[in-house]
Nanobody, 126 residues
């Protein structure tokens, strides 16, 4: 069982940048495919970005392409979501998720992710 912990959320203004982080609560022996999802009030959870085990393959949702990027840290299963030129519609709880090692890349399908963090609130004021 892997517990994921997100951090770095907060209140920013439109146009600002923010980086949220995700790390496992205990050391893992291998990298997993990982992703970020978000859920705004009154809306369903939606895919934001995904990254492969190696970090060489990434994908960002079309609606935010060009503003958000995903990257891996040096420690196993540490991932970052870099958000630039933020907009009020980016306000949501951001969740980190990981596969269990059975897939090289999990993409935007939430059913392919096994472990989920508790989420970190990101609020963008206009």
């Amino acid at each position: 069982q892997v517990q994921l912990v997100e951090s770095g959320g907060g209140l920013v203004q439109a146009g600002d940048s923010l980086r949220v982080s995700c790390a496992p609560s205990r050391r893992t022996s291998t990298n997993y495919a990982m992703g970020w999802f978000r859920q705004a009030p009154g809306r369903e959870r939606e895919f934001v970005a995904a990254i492969s085990k190696s970090g060489l393959s990434t994908h960002v949702a079309d609606s935010i392409k060009g503003r958000f990027t995903i990257s891996r840290g040096n420690a196993e299963n540490t991932v970052y979501l870099h958000m630039n030129n933020m907009k009020p519609e980016d306000t949501a709880i951001y969740y980190c998720a990981s596969n269990d090692g059975s897939m090289f890349y999990a993409g935007g399908d939430p059913s392919k992710y096994v472990y989920w963090g508790q989420g970190t609130q990101v609020t963008v004021s206009s």
